[in-house]
């Protein structure tokens, strides 16, 4: 029995730390299979995090903190769609300048309106249990006994894969970010889908966000996102752009977080640096050995302007 109930508590903290990281991936996704780079990841997601923290802390209301929280990634989103769509602003830099951006701001706003580094215990969102299912060993606590995050970054990853490779919209969006001037060529415009996929982008990485204050620690603090955004994009390039690809990636990454905690409190004699760090080596390793096989839409990255567009 304590076997099953330690597999039962790892499994359930390896989903949800990869929770996080799967909403960012997704929205990493979306931009690139656009042509948009996207390494904001990181600023969406503290961005999230601090606008649901601060709405659910004034409102009470976590539902509302949630929303806010959409609302403000869309709009870091749009932002990078206009510096890196609409003035060509080099793609990589955009990313980088949101990153330290968000970090800056929220780390400020945070000590101005929490009156320090980070607020008081916030009211969260709760799990949904399913009676019956709930008490099957293992599967009921690990699938019926989740929060709404989960069940909705399944339906996230069901509907994504359907629209990216079932219905002219995903057709659309693959072309723009494989050949935008073939694209551009029949009548599709290029600015208009980028915009849009890059907004969505900011929407579901904000969601991990919202999930770091609502539902995993229940406050904000200083730069909590902790790389995740980073991570989220190993798991891009990790998962090839594809949806259930990625989300997989993300549960390796949330599964190698949860280990390197339970062994720190098992005690084990190794340094807790090196424990802290095995997610990233991870995350590490997996790009090395995909170096030169993992091949991003051709467009991404490049900028496309239709006076002076690229063959690509």
Same mark, same amino acid.
């Given at each position: 029995?304590?076997?099953?109930?330690?597999?039962?508590?790892?499994?359930?903290?390896? #989903?949800?730390?990869?929770?996080?990281?799967?909403?960012?991936?997704?929205?990493?996704?979306?931009?690139?299979?656009? *042509?948009?780079?996207?390494?904001?990841?990181? *600023?969406?997601?503290?961005?999230?995090?601090?606008?649901?923290?601060?709405?659910?802390?004034?409102?009470?209301?976590? %539902?509302? +903190?949630?929303?806010? !929280?959409?609302?403000?990634?869309?709009?870091?989103?749009?932002?990078?769609?206009?510096?890196?769509?609409?003035?060509?602003?080099?793609?990589?830099?955009?990313?980088?300048?949101?990153?330290?951006? !968000?970090?800056?701001?929220?780390?400020?706003?945070?000590?101005?309106?929490?009156? *320090?580094?980070?607020?008081?215990?916030?009211?969260?969102?709760?799990?949904?249990?399913?009676?019956?299912?709930?008490?099957?060993?293992?599967?009921?606590?690990?699938?019926?006994?989740?929060?709404?995050?989960?069940?909705?970054?399944?339906?996230?990853?069901?509907?994504?894969?359907?629209?990216?490779?079932?219905?002219?919209?995903?057709?659309?969006?693959?072309?723009?970010?494989?050949?935008?001037?073939?694209?551009?060529?029949?009548? #599709?415009?290029?600015?208009?889908?980028?915009?849009?996929?890059?907004?969505?982008?900011?929407?579901?990485?904000?969601?991990?966000?919202?999930?770091?204050?609502?539902?995993?620690?229940?406050?904000?603090?200083?730069?909590?996102?902790? *790389?995740?955004?980073?991570?989220?994009?190993?798991?891009?390039?990790?998962?090839? %752009?594809?949806?259930?690809?990625?989300?997989? !990636?993300?549960?390796?990454?949330?599964?190698?977080?949860?280990?390197?905690?339970?062994?720190?409190?098992?005690?084990?004699?190794?340094?807790?640096?090196?424990?802290?760090?095995?997610?990233?080596?991870?995350?590490?390793? !997996?790009?090395? +050995?995909?170096?030169?096989?993992?091949?991003?839409?051709?467009?991404?990255?490049?900028?496309?302007?239709?006076?002076?567009?690229?063959?690509?």
């Amino acid at each position: 029995m304590n076997h099953l109930n330690f597999l039962s508590d790892y499994l359930i903290a390896s #989903v949800n730390l990869a929770i996080p990281l799967a909403f960012a991936a997704l929205g990493g996704m979306y931009s690139e299979r656009s *042509g948009v780079l996207n390494i904001a990841l990181e *600023g969406m997601l503290l961005t999230g995090a601090f606008t649901s923290a601060v709405t659910t802390l004034y409102t009470g209301n976590p %539902w509302i +903190g949630v929303f806010c !929280a959409l609302i403000a990634g869309g709009l870091v989103g749009l932002l990078h769609a206009f510096l890196c769509v609409t003035l060509y602003v080099n793609q990589l830099v955009s990313g980088l300048a949101i990153n330290l951006v !968000a970090a800056g701001l929220t780390s400020f706003l945070a000590r101005l309106v929490f009156h *320090g580094s980070s607020t008081q215990r916030l009211p969260g969102i709760e799990p949904i249990i399913i009676p019956g299912l709930a008490n099957i060993p293992i599967l009921g606590a690990l699938l019926f006994q989740q929060d709404i995050f989960v069940y909705l970054l399944i339906i996230s990853v069901i509907v994504s894969n359907y629209i990216l490779f079932h219905t002219s919209l995903g057709l659309t969006l693959r072309a723009v970010g494989e050949y935008p001037k073939a694209a551009a060529t029949a009548g #599709v415009s290029v600015s208009k889908v980028q915009y849009a996929a890059v907004f969505i982008s900011g929407c579901l990485a904000s969601l991990g966000g919202a999930y770091l204050t609502l539902v995993q620690i229940k406050f904000f603090t200083e730069n909590m996102s902790a *790389g995740k955004g980073f991570i989220a994009i190993a798991a891009l390039i990790f998962g090839r %752009w594809h949806p259930l690809g990625i989300t997989l !990636a993300c549960f390796l990454f949330g599964a190698t977080e949860a280990l390197q905690l339970r062994i720190q409190a098992l005690g084990a004699n190794i340094p807790y640096q090196f424990l802290a760090m095995l997610p990233y080596a991870i995350a590490f390793f !997996a790009l090395v +050995g995909l170096a030169g096989k993992s091949k991003p839409p051709q467009g991404n990255g490049v900028t496309y302007s239709p006076e002076h567009s690229q063959d690509i």
